[in-house]
């Protein structure tokens, strides 16, 4: 069965510095999708990043990127240069298969990033 | 980019009402969409997948005749919460669509009193 694992419940960071958040996951399938969502205070569910097994670069986008370590099963997401609107909660997420819009997905517990002034 | 547009935003009723949630798929069509739970600090829990034209399938402890879910056309899919009790206060929210991105709506805030 898939999971996904989020060891750190809340961070505080420094405006300014970069933070890494971490997930690792476990799946048997060969193909599968990783996601990375913003989700502050409102509820909304803003996607940051996503990842493809099969991808063997990491994905960036703008000030996030996505360390993607295979084989330890590890997507972390790193944002350079944190601002204080980046204060939410993140979640880590996967998807069986890599590119369908009818499979699951199914989320890590959560990150709260808080960030300081 | 596509757009998953979810009504309403927040609602209150009392207990022993239904409710009625709709998520619509605004330019594509989506076969299937999902419905997710998110109790306070907690992670959203997948609830069903809805299947447009067929039943819905329900995850492992989630109470389908509770949870109805009706998936009649190509970009409709709702959700009514039946004899709500408090304890099913939560936020929902669906998803739909989407490779390398889902779509999720803005989410509903269900408070029963």
């Known amino acids: 069965a898939q999971k996904i694992t989020q060891t750190q419940p809340g961070m505080f960071v420094q405006e300014k510095e970069a933070v890494t958040l971490d997930c690792t996951y476990d799946t048997s399938d060969q193909s599968y999708g990783l996601f990375w969502y913003k989700q502050p205070s409102s509820g909304e569910m803003i996607f940051l990043i996503y990842q493809g097994s099969y991808d063997e670069q990491n994905a960036t986008e703008g000030r996030y990127s996505l360390n993607f370590q295979k084989a330890r099963k590890s997507a972390n997401l790193v944002i350079s240069a944190s601002q204080l609107g980046d204060s939410a909660m993140y979640f880590c997420?996967?998807?069986?298969?890599?590119?369908?819009?009818?499979?699951?997905?199914?989320f890590g517990s959560g990150t709260r990033l808080s960030i300081r002034p | 980019g596509a757009v998953v547009s979810q009504h309403p935003s927040r609602v209150i009723c009392k207990s022993g009402t239904s409710v009625k949630i709709e998520c619509r798929s605004l330019?594509?069509?989506?076969?299937?969409m999902f419905w997710y739970r998110q109790f306070p600090k907690q992670s959203l829990m997948l609830m069903a997948t809805?299947?447009?034209?067929?039943?819905?399938?329900?995850e492992q402890g989630v109470e389908k005749d509770k949870f109805l879910i009706n998936h009649a056309s190509l970009t409709l899919s709702t959700l009514t919460v039946t004899s709500a009790h408090p304890e099913d206060s939560s936020f929902y929210i669906c998803?739909?669509?989407?490779?390398?991105?889902?779509?999720f709506g803005q989410g509903t805030r269900l408070t029963v009193v």
């Open positions: 997420a996967m998807r069986e298969g890599l590119s369908s819009s009818a499979s699951k997905i199914i």
């Open positions: 330019d594509f069509q989506a076969t299937t």
């Open positions: 809805s299947n447009e034209g067929s039943k819905a399938t329900y």
């Open positions: 998803r739909a669509g989407g490779n390398t991105e889902a779509f």
